[in-house]
């Protein structure tokens, strides 16, 4: 088996897949307050076409999916597209990022289809702030979906909070509080300039340093951990707390040097850097084993160490633009 490497001797064997652009939420960092135009039905990967993309990267060493969005949730067929995916040999481990609104009604299933870990989007505890920030969403079928999960025996369910500057970063200490009874791994995530002006996002990015500030006023003491799984986070758990919380820096640490993900849009495009506009077709690729590898190899050979980098040696990056998608059209 030929694995998948970068021109940095990456390792890459975990794919990001978006199933859907739709979303039954507007959140402020993610999607414009007017919504986008989501593909037409037809421009979206179907499910044969997701198990045969899935099964390609299998013999390429792929061994990781998480399944996003937009809302992945919204699919009708969400459930038999994990069950299948689960099935392809060399697929150990597949996980969805969702919003929760529909996980209380579908989290059974998706568990008895092999659903392994849940990433549930939740930037604040307050019932009018989440109607706000989401433009619409109803904390209280978020929260019910949490709890259904968590009598659910998954292998992790990590709670996303992304901190904006006015908005919520005055409930660190809320979320930390959480995880004393709660077995989940609460993830805060250093705000993107991804589909927002650079004015805008110089306002309301919020550095993580600040978590541990929070932690050392409270006197609350912490040690660093590690915990199985995908994701890009330092990890730590507070002492006396059945839980634990991560840090994210895609903007002020070392985010992208040991980034082993590659991801793919709905409607069928590669992306191995979520920042850059640079993108590959290979949807009409999907059934030929050959060029569809050519094609993502193409997309690994042209990834930059981090898109630092990318803004300085340009040369290296076909498209030389931030990406025109919104984080809903990329999945994460």
């Known amino acids: 088996m030929d694995k998948l490497y970068d021109q ?6 975990y794919v990001r897949l978006s199933i859907t652009d739709r979303c039954n939420l507007r959140c402020v ?13 037809d421009e979206v990967l179907s499910q044969d076409e997701i198990v045969q993309l899935i099964e390609n990267f299998a013999e390429m060493g792929i061994s990781k999916v998480r399944i996003t969005g937009g809302e992945p949730l919204l699919r009708t067929d969400v459930v038999e597209i994990v069950r299948r995916i689960k099935a392809v040999d060399g697929i150990e481990d597949v996980s969805i990022t969702t919003n929760g ?6 989290a059974a299933a998706l568990k008895e289809a092999g659903l392994d870990r849940l990433n549930i989007s939740l930037d604040t505890f307050k019932a009018d702030r989440y109607k706000e920030i989401t433009r619409g969403g109803n904390i209280d079928q978020v929260l019910e979906g949490i709890s259904v999960a968590s009598k659910l025996n998954f292998k992790k369910i990590k709670l996303n909070i992304v901190l904006i500057k006015g908005q919520n970063d005055d409930e660190i200490l809320d979320f930390l509080n959480y995880t004393k009874e709660n077995n989940v791994n609460v993830r805060f995530i250093e705000f993107m300039p991804i589909g927002n002006s650079l004015k805008t996002w110089q306002k309301e990015y919020v550095g993580l340093k600040s978590v541990f500030d929070i932690c050392e006023q409270n006197n609350l003491e912490y040690e660093p951990i590690e915990l199985r799984g995908n994701g890009p986070s330092d990890n730590y758990q507070i002492k006396g707390h059945v839980g634990s919380f991560g840090l994210i820096h895609p903007i002020s640490a070392k985010f992208c040097e040991n980034c082993n993900r590659l991801r793919i849009t709905a409607d069928g495009y590669i992306k191995a850097c979520l920042y850059w506009n640079e993108e590959i077709d290979i949807r009409s690729a999907i059934p030929d084993k050959v060029e569809f ?3 993502i190899q193409k997309a690994l050979d042209n990834k930059p160490l981090n898109h630092e980098m990318a803004m300085s040696e340009t040369d290296r990056i076909i498209d030389k633009a931030p ?10």
């Open 101 to 106: 609104l529909y996980l209380a009604k579908k």
């Open 8 to 13: 940095y001797d990456r390792l890459h064997d």
């Open 293 to 295: 590898r050519r094609k």
């Open 29 to 41: 960092y993610c999607m414009p307050k007017e919504g986008l135009p989501f593909f037409p039905t």
């Open 323 to 332: 990406t025109w998608r919104h984080m809903s059209q990329i999945g994460g």
